[in-house]
């Protein structure tokens, strides 16, 4: 079994994105991170995206709003950054208050600035596989995992458990195209699909993102297989001074054995998701003009 380190692989590609950055001298990439509410969890990963952006010489710009204001009034800030040529990346934070519906807001970035890659015409260009779509940073941080261990996915079989559109469909879409990775045949498998052991122990490559902590036992993956698990589970634990630990949708001590290669819960995709995050955000940089 080989562990797949997130942390070093992101760390190789946020160095690369430093050295491109370096080289635009007028004038560089900003992010805007939109916030609502004071959720922790929330203001923990926006802190971090905010230190990543930092180490690369990326911009960010945060602006936090109470939950108290309407989808309405979000949607007019989110059009102000739309409008903003200053602003290259529009990041909205989830989750957002029960009284915003979430696909709304995010089809409201602007296709151009969309770096999460959750609005509906990116998902329709990875579907039509342009090269121009911003593609959701979690599954575009497991498909460059997947490539740079030169873990072969043509004539491969993936099977996919989750089908959110945040990282169960399009990674199942990623896998099932024409580059490399891909050409492999991809299974979408979730909550009511009967007979589940029997789909998963045909994967040479499974993905579990289906949001239960521990999910994926040693006796659904077969023999060989490369586990990346996307699952992020806060589990009560007694010895930790949070009183809590974290644990993804595999059980990892019983499942890596088994596995050719496996990702951790943390420091396996996670990490993963925010350098993609900024390579997204050079990217809509350098397609808003040219860099200079």
Do not use: W
């Amino acid at each position: 079994m080989e562990l797949i380190d997130g942390n070093e692989i992101a760390s190789a590609i946020v160095e690369e994105l430093t050295a491109i950055v370096s080289t635009y001298r007028t004038s560089k990439p900003c992010v805007a991170f939109v916030r609502v509410g004071e959720d922790p969890a929330s203001v923990s990963y926006v802190r971090k995206k905010e230190k990543t952006a930092g180490r690369i010489g990326i911009e960010s710009k945060l602006f936090v709003f109470p939950e108290t204001i309407s989808q309405d009034g979000l949607l007019q800030e989110i059009d102000s950054l739309n409008q903003n040529s200053d602003v290259h990346g529009i990041l909205v934070q989830a989750p957002l208050p029960d009284h915003m519906d979430e696909r709304t807001v995010f089809n409201f970035v602007s296709p151009e600035k969309d770096v999460d890659g959750f609005n509906a015409t990116n998902l329709g260009k990875l579907c039509q596989e342009d090269e121009d779509a911003f593609v959701s940073c979690t599954p575009a941080g497991i498909v460059e995992l997947i490539r740079r261990k030169g873990i072969e996915t043509e004539g491969k079989r993936v099977v996919v458990l989750g089908r959110s559109l945040i990282v169960g469909k399009p990674v199942g879409m990623l896998f099932l195209g024409k580059g490399s990775p891909g050409n492999a045949t991809v299974t979408y498998c979730h909550s009511r699909t009967p007979d589940l052991e029997r789909h998963t122990l045909e994967a040479d490559i499974l993905i579990a993102a289906i949001g239960r902590p521990r999910f994926v036992t040693e006796n659904m993956v077969r023999p060989g297989a490369t586990v990346i698990d996307v699952g992020i589970n806060r589990i009560p634990d007694e010895t930790k001074k949070s009183g809590y630990r974290l644990v993804g949708d595999v059980d990892f001590e019983k499942v890596a054995p088994k596995a050719s290669y496996i990702t951790p819960v943390p420091g396996g995709v996670g990490p993963m998701t925010v350098a993609m995050l900024m390579a997204n955000t050079v990217k809509a940089y350098e397609k808003s003009a040219a860099p200079s």
